[in-house]
């Protein structure tokens, strides 16, 4: 059984165009989080959401809306896409905040 | 202004030897530290993690040595396998602080274990 799953693993789209990523875990954790890796490999925080309450919200464009319909979701929804959006994103939860359980990661290209 | 940097990309050993990799970080308010593991198209997995007010953790074959007046961090594999070979991410919060489970990542250093 996928601890984090992430769907789709691989996404490729054209500038402007919106996009989802979806996000479920079956752990039974209270936290969720979103990763971006950009091109430096860098893994910095995006979002991060406990019991669908938003707790963490960094710098980022407010193209990007994160969803959490229940404790076991959170989505990913992206707007007017751009090239510099192109990276991997990770999604994450955890229990008590220290040890967060990562998703394989969705590649997204935006050309 | 990167608070937590893994200066040294890559790192190449011999099966059997010892694998350390270091970080350094700038921010005295971290009081949580974590190594991750991450294998190509897979998410960071967990490895072993460190409380400021220790200085050394240790599981199996994975030791965390916490060295709080440099800011500086290693993480010791021994023996080395090829199994091992991966990237590994360090990462520091300060969960003193109210934080709420904000992790700051290093970019990261390839590990390469040689049969």
């Known amino acids: 059984d996928t601890a984090v799953s992430q769907t789709p693993k691989y996404l490729v789209t054209q500038m402007g165009n919106d996009k989802s990523i979806k996000c479920e875990q079956n752990l039974g954790h209270d936290t969720m989080y979103w990763y971006k890796q950009d091109s430096k490999k860098f893994l910095k925080i995006m979002f991060s959401y406990n019991n669908k309450e938003l707790i963490i919200n960094e710098t980022v464009p407010n193209r990007f809306s994160p969803k959490s319909p229940d404790k076991a979701h959170l989505n990913l929804h992206i707007n007017s896409l751009e090239l510099g959006d192109s990276a991997v994103y990770f999604c994450?939860?955890?229990?008590?905040?220290?040890?967060?359980?990562f998703g394989p990661g969705t590649r997204l290209t935006v050309t | 202004d990167q608070q937590v940097k893994q200066n040294s990309p890559s790192l190449s050993v011999q099966e059997g030897r010892i694998s350390i990799l270091n970080c350094d970080y700038t921010n005295s308010m971290f009081d949580y530290f974590l190594w991750y593991k991450k294998y190509p198209a897979e998410g960071p997995t967990f490895l072993i993690s460190?409380?400021?007010?220790?200085d050394k953790n240790e599981d199996g074959r994975f030791t965390v040595f916490l060295n709080k007046s440099a800011k500086h961090l290693s993480l010791h594999i021994v023996p080395s396998q090829p199994g091992d070979s991966a990237v590994y991410f360090c990462?520091?919060?300060?969960f003193g602080s109210g934080n709420t489970g904000k992790l700051i990542f290093g970019q990261g250093t390839t590990l390469q274990v040689k049969p």
């Open positions: 990462a520091a919060s300060d």
């Open positions: 994450a939860s955890s229990r008590n905040s220290y040890e967060q359980y």
């Open positions: 460190i409380s400021s007010i220790k």
